[in-house]
């Protein structure tokens, strides 16, 4: 029996939706307000959900500090009050929208866990606006 464990993080990041492959008026047509060549910053919220069987040792799927730790280590840690553009090295050359950042989110944090044990991540950049993802498709 697999239960799914959801924990939730947030950090403060700023990024500049752009694409070298796309004329200045393409992106400005495409990304509007969001192509700032500033940028411009989200209070993201994250969330992991992990699965598995509960362990009958501790009662649980896994210890919360221990999901807590692999989180900010691997992505908060990473990002967290950032220039996404220019200061993380694993989302260098990626556009940072939300459905690349939580792919992204999701190689890192896939490598880390026992096969199978990742189950979602959902990324809010907005109250209004979150992608999931659940991984790639065989």
């Known amino acids: 029996m697999l239960v799914e464990l959801t924990r939730r993080a947030s950090f403060c990041a700023a990024h500049r939706l752009y694409s070298p492959h796309l004329t200045e008026e393409e992106n400005q047509q495409i990304f509007r307000q969001c192509g700032n060549p500033h940028g411009h910053g989200h209070n993201y919220k994250l969330e992991v959900t992990i699965q598995g069987p509960v362990d009958p040792k501790t009662g649980m799927v896994m ?16 990002v967290d009050h950032r220039h996404l553009n220019h200061d993380v090295p694993f989302l260098a050359g990626v556009i940072p929208t939300i459905e690349n950042m939580v792919i992204a989110f999701w190689r890192l944090l896939d490598q880390k866990l026992p096969n199978g044990m990742l189950k979602t991540i959902r990324l809010w950049e907005s109250e209004n606006s979150y992608v999931t993802y659940s991984g790639p498709t065989a």
């Open 63 to 78: 210890n919360l500090e221990d999901l807590d730790l692999l989180i900010d280590q691997e992505i908060i840690d990473q």
